[in-house]
């Protein structure tokens, strides 16, 4: 009996197959996490889950960034493309028919939500990051949620390069928008409140009502380089918040379920 070429499993099943690392995996979907997160959020000894997330980092799924905030730590990060692909190849090589269709943005955005969702975007100065983040958001749902963002140590100005990126990119004018306080959001009821940086994550306010927590380690664009035309950093920052962002929508307005027939 000749075996088939299709015996063997695409390398996506067989990473995400793994109990230990679907849990990781359904872990880093939410949120980038450390490893010490990791280990008390699945229950595993950290020697374990470190060989499994270098599997997943070799499989290409799953990559690290050291903190900003602490160096000797690192933040995990799963790349939600890249897992879309594989995902989309493995459904392939089982039947044509089987190929997984990237989600429709647009088609989204119209679905009517039951709600209207408040989400809190935070860095440390609110002059780049989350103000790019706060008027991707925004620039791709309209007022079906309500979007702000604020940082601890609030600069004086927005940076240039935040401007001009948004701008260019998307055609998204915020000249006259100013940095916030988080003090400023006191009393704020917010569904969810999004980090995009590692130093504003250790000091976030308490806020009421229990909103969803979510982490993005993104690196500040502005320590990216000691060049004089640092502006190719902010380009690469916005390119990866708008990727975030496209992931951040199904999650805000999660589709109705399809009935199964009879």
């Known amino acids: 009996m000749v075996l088939s070429d299709q015996a063997a499993p695409p390398p996506f099943v067989r990473l995400a197959a793994h109990e230990v690392r679907w849990r990781l995996l359904s872990e880093l979907a939410r949120s980038d ?5 990791l280990v008390a959020l699945v229950g595993e000894p950290q020697n374990l889950v470190s060989y499994h997330l270098r599997l997943l980092r070799s499989g290409g799924l799953v990559n690290a960034r050291r903190s900003s905030f602490d160096g000797r730590d690192s933040y995990y ?28 943005q647009a088609n989204t955005a119209e679905t009517p939500a039951a709600e209207t969702p408040s989400v809190l975007f935070m860095c440390t100065g609110n002059s780049a990051r989350s103000p790019i983040a706060e008027a991707l958001l925004r620039h791709r749902v309209g007022s079906r949620a309500v979007v702000t963002s604020a940082g601890n140590h609030p600069k004086a100005h927005l940076h240039p390069h935040a401007v001009r ?9 915020i000249t006259d928008q100013r940095p916030r306080h988080l003090d400023t959001m006191t009393g704020r009821h917010f569904d969810y409140v999004i980090s995009l940086c590692d130093k504003v994550r250790e000091a976030c306010p308490d806020f009421g009502g229990h909103p969803q927590r979510l982490h993005w380690s993104i690196p500040d664009p ?41």
Do not use: M
Not at 33 to 37: A, F, T, W, Y
Not at 84 to 91: F, R, T, Y
């Open 165 to 173: 990126v948004l701008r260019r990119r998307y055609d998204i004018d």
């Open 222 to 262: 502005a320590a990216a380089s000691g060049a004089q035309d640092d502006y190719p950093a902010f380009d690469r920052t916005a390119a990866e918040i708008d990727t975030r962002i496209r992931h951040l929508q199904p999650i805000l307005f999660p589709a109705p379920r399809r009935k199964v027939r009879p």
């Open 33 to 37: 996490l450390r490893v010490r997160e």
């Open 77 to 104: 990060h799963l790349d939600l493309e890249r897992c879309a692909d594989a995902l989309a190849d493995a459904g392939a090589a089982l039947h044509p028919a089987l190929r997984l269709l990237p989600a429709e």
